[in-house]
């Protein structure tokens, strides 16, 4: 089995920042040479996610707000105390780190209208990378 590891780098503008990465993964399961298996993209660190979504304007914007009721800002949460982003980290969790999807004849599987994301959750600008592991032979 082989196994290919990149990682993406970008910046982020700060709170439900949504970027698409998915020809960036794309390109870089083509490149591994891997014809089947699998690729994984996970995001180190506590306040991004991994997210499927149709790449459409008014959908993105409704994924926003539907954020933004499930788990508002200003709670009284008691993370806050420590550090003001208490709401970043909860919907972190419940989005994830991760996704996996098939890699069938060198090309990254994938509905027609889904689209891989790194969703930025933190209260301010970052520097994010993401690491796209492909696997298998």
């Known amino acids: 089995m082989k196994v290919v590891k990149k990682e993406l780098r970008f910046s982020t503008k700060g709170e439900i920042d949504l970027i698409d990465i998915t020809h960036d993964v794309e390109r870089i399961v083509e490149e591994s040479g891997i014809k089947n298996g699998q690729v994984l993209v996970f995001v180190p660190g506590a306040t991004g996610a991994i997210v499927t979504i149709e790449h459409e304007s008014g959908l993105l914007e409704d994924f926003r707000r539907a954020l933004r009721e499930l788990v508002p800002k200003g ?7 420590i550090d003001d982003n208490a709401h970043s980290h909860l919907r972190a969790t419940l989005l994830g780190a991760s996704e996996c999807f098939p890699v069938a004849d060198g090309r990254l599987l ?7 994301f790194f969703v930025e959750l933190d209260v301010r600008p970052r520097r994010r990378r993401v690491i796209v592991q492909v696997l298998g032979e």
């Open 110 to 116: 994938r509905g027609t209208w889904q689209q891989i």
């Open 75 to 81: 709670k009284d949460y008691l993370h806050d105390r």
